[in-house]
């Protein structure tokens, strides 16, 4: 069964650190672009992060840029996202998606992803 799954998440205070992980399963991910997207209550699902299997590659919008940092063990198959002073802001369910590396650069579109994890909860406290 092909699976992302993401750990990591909790509950945290204003200016912490987390690294949430997300382990990947199921097939060769050789070919893949793997992503972290978050979505807090009542919101759309935003775009945090993407790393390219093979490459290392990575991308964030100006916004993630700083605290939010991806990145990816390849002999654990497992991609990470490392945030930095966690905001209460930051309160949201965070999740792994995958897609084809081939399908371009489109990174922030969620429809081009092809695989999601079940989500991890972050929560941070004021």
């Known amino acids: 069964q092909v699976q992302l799954v993401e750990s990591g998440g909790g509950l945290v205070q204003a200016g912490d650190s987390l690294r949430l992980s997300c382990a990947a399963s199921g097939r060769s991910w050789n070919n893949y672009a793997m992503a972290w997207f978050r979505q807090a209550p009542g919101k759309e699902r935003e775009f945090v992060a993407v790393?390219?299997?093979?490459?290392?590659?990575?991308y964030s919008p100006d916004s993630m840029k700083g605290r939010f940092t991806i990145s990816r063990d390849n002999a654990k198959n497992t991609v990470y996202l490392q945030i930095s002073t966690l905001k209460p802001e930051d309160t949201a369910v965070y999740y792994c998606?995958?897609?084809?590396?081939?399908?371009?650069?489109?990174?922030?579109?969620?429809?081009?992803?092809?695989?999601w994890g079940q989500g991890t909860q972050v929560t941070v406290s004021s």
């Open positions: 790393i390219v299997w093979n490459s290392g590659t990575t």
């Open positions: 998606a995958a897609r084809l590396s081939s399908y371009g650069s489109m990174w922030r579109d969620k429809d081009r992803y092809d695989y």
